[in-house]
């Protein structure tokens, strides 16, 4: 996380804020999420999936040393965005530069060198082998949330390559330009929240964050009130029966959706990402019930 979150000694005592957002470091930032992941599988009878999807977040760390440097969006195009409301890095207009392509190439290759199942395998191999324009559409296809059922596992491996360039690119703007953009909107690159956080930390106590599934953006959003519409009228929590209370479905009888509420404040090891995906059996359980899922996880397709 952004050094936003250290407090000030010099003003012991005085009323603290919580910043509007905390932008990723994606130097440790898959790191502490393969860690989790596999403390998940240590307990899940979905072990093998955990630690599949822990390699690959593995992979996400292992390439980011040596990627090339990305381009940020131009100052004036940035302020723009922030005078018309808008996040500042463009999901419409973003393009399979070489910086991109660089970065999925850099993943493909450190994916392959996973232990995976046949199914998984042959999708890698269809990926790497996939030319420009077809990886081009696949960009487009997971940036709009727009994917084809029977390409699933390989879109899995692009939008893991997406969440690294793009937390590249988040970590290069400035939190305190960010603006809210809208419910359920990330502020800096406008992706959806994969579940929200209730945090404990020296500048935020009990404060709620969203977290974007792409760049893995925090920003502040008010407790009780819909992820997914922004409605306070009818929110209700969900868990499983005997869970540890740190993981609950907020669901939102206005737009009939669901999106998780992790309570950091009670386990300082959970993230978002995940904790989303080691929960699964909690949305197997909403499955049996009247909401959807609003949030979007690339480890989660068909669920």
């Not at 603290?16 to 599988?41: E, H, Q």
Request: some cysteine.
């Amino acid at each position: 996380m952004s050094a936003d979150l250290q407090p000030d000694p010099s003003v012991i005592g005085a009323v603290s804020t919580p910043p509007f957002a905390v932008l990723p470091d994606p130097s440790t930032l898959f790191a502490g999420r393969a860690n989790r992941l596999r403390a998940y599988a240590a307990v899940s009878p979905m072990a093998p999936f955990l630690n599949f999807v822990a390699g690959i977040v593995d992979a996400q760390h292992a390439i980011v040393p040596a990627l090339a440097p990305v381009v940020m969006p131009a100052p004036e195009a940035v302020e723009r965005a922030r005078s018309f409301e808008m996040p500042p890095l463009d999901r419409a207009g973003m393009t399979l530069d070489d910086t991109l392509e660089g970065t999925l190439e850099a993943l493909f290759d450190a994916a392959a060198k996973l232990r995976m199942p046949p199914e998984a395998e042959a999708a890698l191999t269809r990926v790497r082998l996939a030319d420009g324009p077809l990886r081009a559409q696949m960009v487009r296809d997971v940036l709009a949330h727009d994917l084809p059922m029977e390409t699933l596992a390989e879109h899995v491996y692009v939008a893991a390559g997406l969440q690294v360039h793009f937390a590249r690119l988040a970590h290069g703007l400035d939190a305190k330009a960010l603006v809210p953009v809208g419910d359920g909107v990330c502020p800096a690159c406008g992706g959806p929240p994969v579940a929200s956080l209730v945090v404990e930390w020296p500048n935020a106590h009990g404060n709620r964050f969203c977290a974007c599934s792409l760049c893995s953006t925090l920003w502040n959003y008010v407790r009780i009130r819909c992820c997914s519409c922004g409605s306070t009228k009818g929110i209700g929590y969900q868990e499983i029966e005997g869970s540890p209370g740190t993981v609950k479905a907020e669901t939102c009888d206005e737009c009939r959706t669901y999106v998780k509420v992790l309570y950091q404040n009670k386990d300082v090891a959970i993230e978002p990402m995940a904790d989303d995906t080691g929960s699964l059996g909690l949305d197997l359980m909403m499955r049996q019930g009247p909401y959807r899922r609003a949030a979007f996880n690339p480890f989660l397709l068909g669920y």
